[in-house]
């Protein structure tokens, strides 16, 4: 089955500056998913953009989908030191199965 | 959503021994998923666990090695059997997202971070 490539794999910020965190694939999906990770610990999900959607705001957070493309976009604006983890997207396909993309690393420096 | 609780949340076990991890979740589910994630890595799908039916795995995954149960809709278990250091990783459930609206995000239990020794 298909995997996410994500990019970049790290990221390093200031307090303040916004993060761009971008996310390819290959085959069709039914919706794209955005999840963040915290120190290898469990998972927690930040926002779901649908295959006819084509941006998603939830606070901070800006996603976007160009399906022509392939690719997904996550923006953190004003990002805090506690938005630092691990960022993961995940492909939804018909099957309820989620596929994950291998993350990028963001750190936000005080 | 729903809430999951996983656990142990860690431990460290004998290489050759087996491990039981169990997720409970506080309302009912059909479909419950495990994932390992393994040091450094992205999350990899083990198998699917339907209540009342066989789990159905992933390409590389064995029932002999991975035995999953699924007694009701709101628990499962999943064991890494026989164990060796190669199976050092974080193993995850997690639950479908229900909503009368559609999908909407996944939850997922906190973790279990095993390590063979």
């Known amino acids: 089955s298909q995997q996410g490539e994500e990019d970049p794999q790290a990221l390093s910020i200031q307090e303040g500056e916004n993060a761009t965190m971008n996310c390819s694939y290959k085959?069709?999906?039914?919706?794209l998913q955005w999840y963040r990770q915290n120190s290898g610990r469990g998972l927690v999900h930040l926002i779901l953009?649908?295959?006819?959607?084509r941006e998603k705001h939830s606070g901070r957070l800006r996603v976007t989908l160009d399906t022509s493309k392939k690719s997904s976009s996550l923006l953190i604006t004003a990002s805090r030191a506690a938005d630092t983890a691990s960022y993961f997207c995940?492909?939804?396909?018909?099957?309820?199965?989620?596929?994950f993309g291998k993350g990028t690393l963001l750190t936000v420096n005080p | 959503s729903a809430v999951i609780s996983q656990k142990p949340s860690r431990d460290i076990c004998q290489r050759g021994t087996s491990l039981t991890i169990q997720c409970q979740v506080d309302?009912?589910?059909?479909?419950m998923f495990w994932y390992r994630q393994q040091p450094g890595q992205s999350l990899t799908l083990i198998a699917t666990a339907n209540q009342g039916s066989e789990a159905t795995y992933e390409s590389g995954f064995v029932i002999d090695k991975f035995p999953i149960s699924r007694p009701n809709l709101t628990f499962s278990t999943l064991t890494v059997s026989n164990m060796s250091p190669e199976d050092s990783s974080i193993y995850l459930c997690?639950?479908?997202?229900?909503?009368?609206?559609?999908?909407?995000?996944?939850?997922f239990g906190s973790g279990t971070r095993l390590t063979v020794v």
């Open positions: 995940a492909l939804g396909g018909s099957n309820y199965k989620l596929t």
């Open positions: 085959t069709s999906i039914n919706n």
């Open positions: 309302s009912q589910v059909t479909m």
């Open positions: 953009i649908r295959s006819n959607e």
């Open positions: 997690s639950v479908e997202p229900f909503s009368p609206g559609g999908v909407n995000g996944y939850t």
